[in-house]
């Protein structure tokens, strides 16, 4: 099973050395990390939803990276967890970093500032409605997609109001 003690972290993540996303479904296949059997793939981008990505990448040079995004950091390298769109966004915007909730498993991190349940919100703009710190670590999600939970999290979209492509892209939302 590998690795299992980890503290998380406040981080400004270098992008490049962002190599893939976890994959807790072995099934999935791919290579297979320290921490809990799990694997990885190179391609975190989805290529989904153009018209939001295009809006996130323009609030992005806008105002920057509104909330971090999920990474565990591993004996293999750095991996996503939570965040594949800021993250796409971040890299066509030429950024160098992305702010980052890290699952710090190697101590990579351990100079950044500490996470902990009393202090997780006031890393975000937009707080979202799931967080939760489990035994592997950290875990957000604003609960965009209709199938994914059962709730909505306007939180997810609050940097998006008003915005024409929620219409074709998020129908499910109500008021879009």
């Known amino acids: 099973m590998g690795t299992t003690s980890f503290e998380v972290r406040y981080a400004q993540v270098p992008v490049e050395g962002i190599k893939g996303r976890i994959i807790r479904n072995s ?3 791919g290579p297979t990390l320290s921490i809990y059997g799990w694997t990885w793939r190179p391609d975190i981008s989805t290529h989904r939803k153009p018209m939001f990505q295009e809006a996130l990448l ?3 040079r806008r105002e920057g ?3 971090p995004v999920v ?4 004996v293999e390298g750095d991996f996503l967890s939570f965040g594949g769109s800021r993250l796409r966004a971040v890299r ?3 950024l160098e970093s992305i702010p980052a ?3 710090d498993y190697v101590e990579r ?3 950044c500032p500490l996470v ?15 967080i939760e710190f489990t035994p592997t670590g950290v875990e957000t999600h604003y609960s965009l997609e209709r199938n994914r939970r059962n709730t909505y999290d306007p939180a997810g979209m609050a940097w998006a109001a008003g915005q024409e492509f929620i219409k074709h892209e998020f129908s499910w939302i109500e008021g879009a």
């Open 27 to 29: 099934n999935y296949g």
């Open 58 to 60: 323009e609030s992005i």
């Open 65 to 67: 990276v509104r909330n």
């Open 71 to 74: 990474i565990y950091a591993t």
């Open 92 to 94: 066509e915007a030429g």
């Open 101 to 103: 909730l890290v699952n």
């Open 109 to 111: 991190y351990a100079e």
């Open 116 to 130: 902990t349940s009393e202090t997780v919100e006031s890393f975000f703009t937009d707080i979202p409605e799931y």
